[in-house]
């Protein structure tokens, strides 16, 4: 079965408070075809224990325990006008914290055996906001386990033309990037991530080796795109990416895991 893991944090999000509640209330109580692992603090633990049954665990874990906590959030946002007060979505910099902590998140997870899952993936808690979409199906064993083994599968959201541009102007023979990627840039979505359990320590240890090169270098990282956007045009050989051709581009895996 798989092992799904989310987070809920009470932070100024793209979207307004009541529509994440009907979101997450979606996804949390159709848990017939997998278990949950839903990360939370005390201040939001109140909005979310009414969830918790043998398949929804939950996790307090405060923002200044979060693995990426080291680095400075703040002053990256003040310089992350795609996002920050200056931008239609005045976002509070800790969203940033929570998108870059998705990996960790999963690889906590992983490393508790909560589940003792083969499968897991990494799901944004307003991933599933229809709610005709069935859940209750969700995802098909059979398609779980058609997966490649030592992938981990992300969603592209442009054209192959589009993603083969970016490569090339991108890509590094050092395996590390060498130019700072616009903050405008749209490749992979971030909000789903799918993987065998042998692959998350490996994505744990890049993820982070890229995000210290991004502070390293003083780069604005305006949200986890941009890190697994790196990671991938340095690891291909690592990835795979699918797509959607009858639905919302950054929402494909609600089709490919029912299918």
Same mark, same amino acid.
């Given at each position: 079965?798989?092992?799904? %893991?989310?987070?809920?944090?009470?932070?100024? $999000?793209?979207?307004?408070?009541?529509?994440?509640?009907?979101?997450?209330?979606?996804?949390?109580?159709?848990?017939? !075809?997998?278990?949950?692992?839903?990360?939370?603090?005390?201040?939001?633990?109140? =909005?979310?224990?009414?969830?918790?049954?043998?398949?929804?665990?939950?996790?307090?874990?405060?923002?200044?325990?979060?693995?990426?906590?080291?680095?400075?959030?703040?002053?990256?946002?003040?310089?992350?006008?795609?996002?920050?007060?200056?931008?239609?979505?005045?976002?509070?910099?800790?969203?940033?914290? %929570?998108?870059?902590?998705? %990996?960790?998140? %999963?690889?906590?997870?992983?490393?508790?055996?909560?589940?003792?899952?083969?499968?897991?993936?990494?799901?944004?808690?307003?991933?599933?906001?229809?709610?005709?979409?069935?859940?209750?199906?969700?995802? &098909?064993?059979? @398609?779980?386990?058609?997966?490649?083994?030592?992938?981990?599968?992300?969603?592209?959201?442009?054209?192959?033309?589009?993603?083969?541009?970016?490569?090339?102007?991108?890509?590094?023979?050092?395996?590390?990037?060498?130019? =700072?990627?616009?903050?405008?840039?749209?490749?992979?979505?971030?909000?789903?991530?799918?993987?065998? @359990?042998?692959?998350?320590?490996?994505?744990?240890? =890049?993820?982070?080796?890229?995000?210290?090169?991004?502070?390293? $270098?003083?780069?604005?990282? &305006?949200?986890?795109?941009?890190?697994?956007?790196?990671?991938?045009? !340095?690891?291909? @050989? !690592?990835?795979?990416?699918?797509?959607?051709?009858?639905?919302?581009?950054?929402?494909?895996?609600?089709?490919?895991?029912?299918?």
């Amino acid at each position: 079965m798989l092992t799904l %893991v989310t987070a809920w944090y009470r932070v100024n $999000n793209k979207f307004k408070r009541n529509e994440y509640r009907m979101w997450m209330d979606n996804l949390l109580t159709n848990t017939d !075809n997998y278990n949950v692992v839903l990360f939370t603090n005390t201040e939001t633990y109140d =909005e979310v224990k009414k969830y918790e049954c043998n398949s929804v665990h939950i996790i307090i874990k405060e923002f200044e325990e979060f693995h990426c906590a080291k680095y400075d959030w703040i002053n990256n946002h003040k310089k992350n006008d795609t996002l920050n007060h200056k931008s239609r979505y005045n976002t509070d910099y800790r969203l940033n914290m %929570v998108w870059n902590e998705k %990996v960790t998140f %999963v690889h906590d997870v992983y490393t508790r055996q909560i589940f003792n899952a083969e499968y897991y993936c990494w799901c944004d808690i307003g991933y599933f906001r229809n709610e005709r979409f069935p859940l209750h199906l969700w995802p &098909k064993q059979r @398609k779980l386990s058609s997966i490649m083994k030592n992938r981990i599968y992300y969603c592209q959201v442009i054209s192959q033309q589009k993603l083969n541009e970016m490569f090339r102007y991108y890509f590094s023979k050092d395996s590390i990037i060498k130019k =700072e990627l616009s903050p405008n840039q749209v490749s992979i979505a971030g909000g789903f991530f799918l993987t065998h @359990k042998d692959n998350i320590e490996w994505w744990f240890e =890049e993820y982070y080796k890229i995000l210290d090169i991004y502070y390293d $270098n003083n780069w604005l990282v &305006k949200d986890d795109q941009m890190i697994i956007f790196t990671a991938f045009i !340095n690891n291909m @050989k !690592n990835f795979s990416l699918i797509t959607s051709r009858i639905g919302d581009p950054w929402f494909a895996f609600r089709d490919f895991l029912l299918k």
